[in-house]
Structure formats: C-alpha cells, structure tokens
C-alpha cells in the first residue's frame, strides 16, 4: 500500500484561490452595458453582455461550491488519516 500525504494548507489555499476566482466572476458579471449607444449592433451587443453576465455568475456560483467540495474533502481526508493513525497505534 502507498502512503498518500494531503498538505492541509494546500487543500485550504487551493480552495481560497478558488473562491476568490468566484468573487471575481461576480464582479464581471455586474458590470453595466453601454446604455447611450446608438450603433446597429447595440441590441446584439447588449444580449451578449446579458448572456456573458449570466454565465459568469452561474460560474461564480459552481466555483464556491467546489470549493466548499475541496474543504469538504481535505476535512475527510485528514478525519480518516487520524482514524487510522490511532488504529495503528493500537497495533
């Protein structure tokens, strides 16, 4: 059997800069259309940033929650490694 190590911290920090990255998104996703334009193209333009806004903060939303998966995860992780250190020892 092969020792598997989890870093705690790196499983914390990966899911920091993940959640960081979703706070991001959001930002994207709040930024206003252009609402004095009087080019042709306005109405295709302004439904691009509505569907672009849109997809940001679904992904906003999908990136916390695999971030709370990874911290989620790296607390398993850690729970079984002292479940089966103690088991060890009492060997």
């Known amino acids: 059997m092969s020792e598997k190590r989890v870093n705690q911290n790196a499983v914390a920090n990966n899911s920091q800069k993940i959640t960081n990255v979703s706070e991001e998104a959001i930002i994207f996703s709040n930024i206003t259309p252009d609402s004095k334009s009087t080019i042709t193209a306005k109405y295709k333009s302004l439904e691009a940033i509505s569907k672009s806004q849109n997809l940001m903060g679904k992904l906003s939303g999908d990136l916390k929650n ?9 607390a398993a992780f850690k729970d079984y490694d002292e479940a089966v250190s103690a ?5």
């Open 66 to 74: 695999e971030s709370k998966n990874i911290d989620s995860i790296g």
């Open 87 to 91: 088991l060890v020892k009492g060997i």
